[in-house]
């Protein structure tokens, strides 16, 4: 299993990025993928669900509104479209498949102006 994320970086409030996570290793399309972020400090904490299929998403709470899941089961990735991002967002951001211990080396996405 692999996953690799990218495009994090530095941004200033109120900006957006959208981050990507490419996954191999495993079958991706029976697979529900999920998003996590770590501040600084930190426990990891959850923050997007998509089913395999997509049909069913969930968000948390603190980026209900401004952030995006989507997947493509073409090409293996999952995606996070971060809107209106805060200060509050800089974390380091992981993908991972629901049910498959494993965790990627993250994205860093600061939020500073």
């Known amino acids: 299993v692999q996953l690799v994320e990218s495009g994090g970086g530095l941004v200033q409030p109120g900006g957006s990025l959208n981050l990507s996570c490419a996954a191999s290793g495993f079958r991706f399309s029976s697979y529900a993928m999920s998003w996590h972020r770590q501040a600084p400090g930190e426990e990891r904490e959850f923050v997007a669900f998509i089913s395999n299929s997509g049909g069913s998403i969930k968000y948390a709470d603190s980026v209900k509104g401004r952030f995006t899941i989507s997947r493509d089961n073409t090409k293996n990735t999952v995606y996070l479209q971060m809107n209106s991002l805060k200060s509050e967002d800089t974390a380091v951001y992981y993908c991972?498949?629901?049910?498959?211990?494993?965790w990627g080396q993250g994205t860093q996405v600061t939020v500073s102006s």
């Open positions: 991972k498949p629901n049910g498959i211990v494993r």
